[in-house]
């Protein structure tokens, strides 16, 4: 099961209590950012890279943003907690990525900084925990 990238983004937003709106275009930073994200009883800034169900194959830096450069994007934001979410499968190189660019955001600004990703099955556990979040006229079966 899986919906629209843009669904899914509302659903998340919703579910942390984000208000405010974020329309997609090529050279965002983030796909989502909220201040309402909870992390050891405590409020953060997150900033979210979503790649939809249209997007096909293994997710690899080189199919997150029209340059390959989506994650350098979303580790520039003022952010504590950094994800990226995807449908399918998605490959070490990712995650690699992303890691080595928030510890170095995490030592050059002497903070500590979270990160992770958000995979299919992390998806749909979301949907059913919250299906109030995530309307059904908006889902469907992957291809």
């Known amino acids: 099961m899986t919906i629209s990238e843009t669904a899914f983004k509302n659903g998340v937003a919703s579910i942390v209590g984000e208000k405010a709106s974020f329309k ?8 989502l950012s909220s201040i309402h994200m909870r992390l050891d009883g405590k409020c953060r800034m997150a900033a979210i890279a979503f790649k939809g169900p249209g997007k096909s194959g293994r997710l690899t830096p080189g199919k997150m943003g029209k340059n390959g450069d989506q994650i350098q994007r979303i580790v520039k934001c003022p952010a504590e907690i950094f994800l990226v979410q995807y449908w399918r499968d998605i490959d070490d190189s990712v995650f690699e990525q992303l890691e080595k660019f928030v510890q170095l955001k995490a030592h050059f600004e002497n903070r500590k900084l979270w990160y992770g990703i958000i ?3 992390d998806s749909a556990r979301l949907i059913e925990a919250y299906p109030l979040r995530f309307p ?3 889902r469907r079966k992957l291809p």
Do not use: A, F
């Open 119 to 121: 995979g299919g099955n």
């Open 24 to 31: 997609d275009w090529g050279g965002e930073l983030r796909d």
């Open 136 to 138: 059904r006229k908006h």
